[in-house]
Nanobody
Framework: QVQLVESGGGLVQAGGSLRLSCAGS????????MAWFRQAPGKERDLIAV????????YYADSVKGRFTISRDNAQNTVYLQMNSLKPEDTAVYYC???????????????????WGQGTQVTVSS
């Protein structure tokens, strides 16, 4: 069974940091682009970061650029999201996702990602 499992969410004060992890199982994700999305209450799910299989290409939404870093360890079949300088508006459920296609075409399109984790809650208090 192919799975993505997120961990590392929690409650943090504004200005603090968290590191999210997403472990893949059931297949290797090393050639596949992977991404992080987030969904705040009452809002749509937004794409916030992408990394290609080779790690050469990275994309960040403007809302997190300069504060969040996406990385991956292909040997561990794991992708990470380091989140620094957190703000209350970063509060959301964070989802890991993978593209079943290894193509690097149009990686900043949310529709590229079709394998999902269950999500992890991040709450930033003011």
């Amino acid at each position: 069974q192919v799975q993505l499992v997120e961990s590392g969410g929690g409650l943090v004060q504004a200005g603090g940091s968290l590191r999210l992890s997403c472990a893949g199982s059931g297949r290797t994700f090393s050639p596949n682009p992977m991404a992080w999305f987030r969904q705040a209450p009452g809002k749509e799910r937004d794409l916030i970061a992408v990394v290609s299989g080779s790690r050469v290409y990275r994309y960040y939404a403007d809302s997190v650029k300069g504060r969040f870093t996406i990385s991956r360890d292909n040997a561990q079949n794991t992708v990470y999201l380091q989140m620094n300088s957190l703000k209350p508006e970063d509060t959301a459920v964070y989802y890991c996702a993978a593209s079943s296609s290894v193509s690097n075409y149009n990686l900043n399109s949310p529709r590229r990602f079709d394998i999902w984790g269950q999500g992890t809650q991040v709450t930033v208090s003011s």
